[in-house]
């Protein structure tokens, strides 16, 4: 051994600089974390939960990435060959979002002054200028994900995936287009889904207004029935008041009618079981352009609709006086009339959770829109067999409960969002009004053959492609080797 050549000074502390930087290297060069799809190892494979290209990793995805890296890096060692999939999600809204602010902020403009095209084209420099923090985050961290794998949800090839699961499920009858309740953000101007939906508690102001019974006085009806509202601005969309069927205060005036405040409009008295008959005065106002619950009333009892809003916010002309006004302008101006013409009886402090955009923080609306929707109620059947079968586990278990909670409730599912970055939904109009739904761009109409197509100018929600996730990174629709050896998944941590 030869004892002259001195050895290398080793620093007296740690320094993850350097040392780390040099061994993910080292790690990448040997594709240590490559996953070989004509191994004969038993597979194991997990999709790491892609992050919004929009912004940098937090601690929730360290955490969460060390719980996928210790199982993969246990996995090899046991003999495993091992797929942990990376890549990031385009994260429809919220990139637009931070492109729109940066467009305006240096230039002064909006998309609409550069039109679909190039604006896009802005988003996809943006992209390629600032999304790929994450992927040197990952590596700063040492998580051994299979970097030569690298995926992101706009993808030609993922793209392509997205339309084949949208034919499939409109083929199949999953899918369709209707006019239902959504989460509208009157600043955006797009819907949202539950999920981007911030409940924020909030001080506000509770308003009791006196309707008057249109029909008889001085019965055991009485002469008014008082409803408290935290939005007396929508209540030019009025269509009913309506009660609990047992409380006793109400029994003599369900079935007649009274009139609507500021409209002077006639309106029902009508029983619901939804009612809460100890919150407030016990009635409530249904407006069912405008929540969600009284949508619910109003189909259950037949009522009519009427949207009083703008996308924007505003009051519209059905709301009278008062169309053109910012709802929270409104607000004010319809309380001031209240109260002016006798029918404000009192305004009480009230705190609750009202809904938020999760990007700009605007006050939600529940509006009344045509949007594309995927039929939830078979879909969720298998998702909740395996779960009840035991094919499925959860860890903690008690996480069990609050998934099959939400999929025994779960709505259909509105996947349409009026944004410019994203998947373009795959239909196209021609001008009868015909809709040809398609994997690739069609030449001609489906039905009449016309050439003057017109493709539907809403991209999907974000969901509805990193859903394929685990599968469409894996090469499907095709049968890849990646696809044959590694699917499906056997691990989702969140």
Wanted: charged share 25%; hydrophobic share 35%.
């Amino acid at each position: 051994m030869d004892t002259t050549t001195p050895l290398p000074e080793i620093a007296k502390t740690y320094e993850p600089t350097e040392i780390e930087k040099r061994w993910i290297a080292r790690w990448a060069e040997l594709k240590v974390f490559h996953a070989n799809p004509d191994s004969t190892k038993a597979p194991f494979a997990m999709a790491c939960p892609p992050p919004n290209v929009t912004g940098s990793l937090h601690l929730g995805h360290a955490v969460n990435g060390t719980i996928q890296d210790a199982l993969a890096r246990f996995k090899r060692m046991r003999g495993f060959e091992v797929l942990w999939q990376p890549g990031t999600d385009h994260a429809g809204i919220a990139t637009q979002y931070v492109v729109e602010k940066k467009l305006y902020r240096e230039e002064k403009k909006t998309r609409h002054d550069l039109g679909r095209e190039a604006f896009t084209e802005r988003i996809w420099a943006w992209k390629e200028e600032y999304g790929n923090t994450i992927h040197g985050q990952y590596k700063r961290l040492g998580a051994s994900l299979d970097y030569d794998r690298w995926r992101f949800t706009m993808d030609e090839g993922y793209s392509r995936a997205v339309r084949r699961a949208f034919v499939k499920l409109y083929d199949k009858g999953y899918i369709y287009r209707g006019n239902r309740m959504i989460n509208w953000c009157p600043s955006c101007l797009t819907s949202l889904s539950d999920l981007e939906v911030s409940q924020t508690e909030q001080a506000d102001k509770l308003y009791y207004v006196r309707y008057p019974v249109a029909d008889g006085e001085g019965d055991a009806g009485g002469t008014e029935v008082i409803v408290a509202t935290v939005r007396p601005e929508t209540m030019l969309g009025d269509v009913a008041v309506a009660v609990n069927p047992d409380d006793e205060r109400y029994r003599g005036v369900v079935g007649r009618t009274v009139l609507l405040p500021l409209a002077e409009r006639p309106i029902p008295v009508i029983a619901d079981a939804h009612v809460e008959a100890d919150f407030g005065t016990g009635a409530l106002k249904i407006t069912p352009a405008h929540d969600m619950n009284d949508y619910e009333i109003g189909l259950r009892h037949n009522l009519p609709i009427i949207n009083t809003l703008t996308p924007n916010g505003q009051l519209n002309d059905k709301a009278g006086f008062y169309g053109g006004l910012d709802r929270f302008a409104a607000r004010k101006k319809v309380v001031a009339d209240l109260e002016e013409k006798g029918y404000l009886v009192k305004v009480e402090d009230y705190t609750h959770n009202v809904g938020h955009c999760s990007r700009c923080d605007s006050v939600l609306e529940p509006y009344l829109s045509d949007q594309w929707f995927v039929r939830m109620d078979e879909l969720a059947k298998p998702a909740i067999r395996v779960v009840e079968e035991n094919q499925v586990k959860f860890h903690p278990e008690r996480w069990a409960d609050v998934y099959l909670e939400w999929m025994r409730n779960i709505r259909d599912w509105n996947i349409s969002r009026q944004l410019w970055w994203g998947h373009q939904i795959p239909v196209w109009y021609c001008p009868e009004g015909h809709q040809t739904v398609a994997e690739e761009t069609p030449t001609a109409c489906a039905k009449c053959g016309s050439h003057e197509l017109k493709q539907d100018a809403d991209v999907l929600d974000t969901w509805f492609s990193s859903a394929l996730w685990p599968f469409a990174t894996l090469g499907w629709p095709d049968t890849t080797p990646m696809f044959e050896k590694f699917y499906p998944t056997q691990v989702l941590s969140t």
